[in-house]
């Protein structure tokens, strides 16, 4: 007895609505038990604006799912030291995925809470990095960061997987 309403800033189907975070929502005559924001937050150019217009649409008590790659990954720390830059936040992936916000955990739970969403969970997905499947002329400095981001692992839990998840409730009143 639910009903699913899609949205999108550029919508494949027919089905989709357009929406674009930075505005309020075109959907404003009923409110949403649960929202889902599945890799969306990255490419906001103003983050706060959009998860304030998604707390906007649902009913007190509503949830928020929200998912997004995880900058403190132990690959995309490997990938800072050699490269200067994290991985999944690259130039290459601002020109092409429009990867234009670095949701660091901390400032994405700021931004939660400033629009009235506590996080009830934070977890990361994807688990724990493997050891290099295939043998390369490379091979002992591919085992060398393998290593290195297994150690990273060890002691940060949250540098184990690509993305993280958070769930959020909107607070009554």
């Known amino acids: 007895n639910r009903e699913w309403v899609g949205v999108?800033?550029?919508?494949?189907?027919?089905?989709?609505?357009?929406?674009?975070?930075?505005?309020?929502?075109?959907?404003?005559?009923?409110?949403?038990?649960?929202?889902?924001?599945?890799?969306?937050?990255?490419?906001?150019?103003?983050?706060?604006?959009?998860?304030?217009n998604v707390a906007n649409i649902l009913k007190p008590g509503g949830v928020l799912?929200?998912?997004?790659?995880n900058p403190r990954w132990s690959r995309s720390r490997t990938h800072h030291l050699f490269y200067g830059t994290a991985a999944n936040f690259t130039q290459h992936d601002l020109d092409v995925n429009h990867h234009v916000f670095t949701p660091w955990p901390h400032i994405l739970k700021?931004?939660?809470a400033d629009v009235g969403l506590a996080v009830e969970e934070y977890v990361t997905l994807d688990g724990r990095e493997g050891w290099p499947p295939t043998l390369s002329p490379a091979l002992p400095l591919v085992l060398l960061e393998a290593a290195g981001?297994?150690?990273?692992?060890?002691?940060?839990?949250?540098?184990?997987?690509?993305?993280?998840?958070?769930?959020?409730?909107?607070?009554?009143?």
């Open 149 to 173: 981001r297994k150690l990273i692992e060890r002691f940060d839990r949250s540098a184990c997987g690509m993305s993280i998840a958070f769930v959020t409730r909107l607070k009554a009143g």
């Open 8 to 52: 999108d800033l550029f919508p494949a189907v027919p089905a989709v609505q357009r929406w674009d975070l930075a505005v309020p929502c075109p959907v404003q005559d009923r409110k949403a038990d649960l929202a889902m924001m599945l890799d969306v937050v990255e490419h906001l150019l103003n983050p706060g604006l959009g998860l304030r």
């Open 65 to 69: 799912l929200l998912t997004t790659p």
């Open 110 to 112: 700021k931004l939660l």
